[in-house]
């Protein structure tokens, strides 16, 4: 009976399925390379339509530096994703840090001393997150969806709903130092998902992940510490994001306490989209930057051609669907 409704039910889909178009058959020939064709298409295609605007120096720099929030908070969601759970707080944690910076500084507290103790936020919290969805078997989608409402809330009452410009001098000298033209954010993000990429790519333990993701059951048969791993995977999740709070905060020179909400789907958009550029199907860390920059490229382009803020939005929300679409596709095609 079982085995009758499946090949029915295959029957359907194949019969359902739309036939390939050519541009469809250019993205298969492509496969895991069409994403960073696309980026490539879309910069030319904005360098020739704003040549004075968009295709200059300036502009790129403009990009690259805009972006390095999103980059290290797209690393902190790609981690646990990798394992098969979701953060959805990274960006409340990354909030909250430079609320939390900024609060101690205008208390007293030393630079240092405040850094140190607001990046000590982001693990705590990525800690928690983990004994919530791994040790409470709460859906991780479920549990982080919680510790962002919560964490957005006290962020507003540390800060009273107001803008906090109480961030040290010293970061902000810091972050705002240039290397080549570009801020310090830029480069340590870099390096950050360099590290991540040789963890992901040339160790066990990203190997572990992606099997753990792929099937946590089997993993557990297999003698993996399935728990230990997802565990971890919280706890860097929630440090980069401490990270990326700490540097935003100098490189912006305030913090807003309401802002969680604007940097909650650039990373998801990419994560989802970068699984479907490089390593076709995996979470992987080129594929994110890609996607990252492809992002940027057709938000500013947008805005350059006269589109209002409100763009970013629906160019982030429709890239979601199209990254989950295209992957389903290629890996669908890539079987056959």
Sequence with gaps: MSSTTKTDSSATVSQE???TTAAAGRLVALGPWAVPFLLVALFAVFAVASPDTFATTTNVRVMLI?????LLLALAFVIPLRAGDFDLSVAAIMVIVGAALGSMTANGLSPVAACLIALSIGPVVGFING?????????????TLGTLTVLDGF???ISGGALITTVPDELVDFTRRSLFDLTMPVWLGWGIALLVYYVFEWTPVGRYLLFIGNNATAAQLAGLRVNAYRQGAYV???TISAIAGVLGAGLLGSVDPTASGAYLLPPITAAFLGASAIRLGRFNVAGTLVA???VAVGVTGLQMLGFDSWIADVFNGTFLVFAVGLTVFLRRRSST
Excluded: D, E, H
């Design 236 to 238: 860097v999740s929630g």
């Design 131 to 143: 004994i919530l969805v791994v040790r409470f078997n709460i859906n991780s989608f479920i549990a």
């Design 17 to 19: 399925a739309p036939p």
């Design 292 to 294: 990252i920059y492809l």
């Design 155 to 157: 962020s507003r009452l």
């Design 66 to 70: 805009g972006q390095a929030s999103i």
